[in-house]
């Protein structure tokens, strides 16, 4: 079986994410590393599924002490599990508070598939163009309707600036797991 938290997040200076929840789902999917399945978590607001494949940067952590996300942004719809190698666009900067008032950073990163890995046409090029970006932001907000988890928006990073918080996030891994 798989460990995909511990799969290397990087390949050839591309970033591995691996597929959570496909691009049209209306409930979220998980990974959960004890059994090694993809689980469900929960629904998405009535009338909301996810624009894109959803998942995260294994062999990364983040401040809420999960992977760090990852939106891969391409025309299709993968499956869970699925490992995608992907060009790093940005990040939308995230501040969330959970239901128990703990406020952490919880950023999206924002990919889409390499292009000698994806034949078809990327929906993005270089960045992530403004229409595009309102259109994400308002999915992450609905998205988290009846958790209890409230976010603010801190704007966006271009993809130098993302590629530091994702390199930060490879080194929390490292500390916490080395050896």
Avoid at 97 to 119: L, Q
Avoid at 139 to 154: A, P, R
Wanted: aromatic share 8%; proline share 8%.
């Amino acid at each position: 079986m798989a460990d995909y938290l511990r799969l290397p997040a990087t390949c050839r200076n591309l970033f591995r994410v691996i597929v959570e929840t496909p691009r049209g789902s209306a409930a979220k999917l998980a990974y959960e590393p004890k059994t090694g399945v993809f689980e469900y978590s929960r629904p998405l607001p009535v009338g909301n599924t996810y624009p894109y494949d959803w998942g995260f940067v294994p062999s990364t952590l983040g401040d809420d002490g999960d992977p760090l996300d990852g939106l891969v942004i391409h025309q299709a719809a993968a499956a869970p599990g699925v490992v995608i190698k992907c060009d790093l666009l940005g990040a939308l900067r995230v501040k969330q508070r959970d239901p128990d008032g703990t406020k952490v950073r919880n950023d999206r990163y924002i990919f889409c598939p390499h292009k000698e890995d994806a034949p078809d046409e990327p929906v993005v090029a270089a960045d992530v163009p403004q229409d595009l970006r309102r259109e994400i932001e308002q999915f992450f907000l609905s998205s988290v309707l009846g958790t209890g988890k409230k976010i603010k928006l801190k704007g966006w990073q271009n993809a130098a600036e993302a590629k530091l918080s994702l390199t930060k996030g490879m080194k929390s891994f490292k500390r916490k797991f080395a050896g």
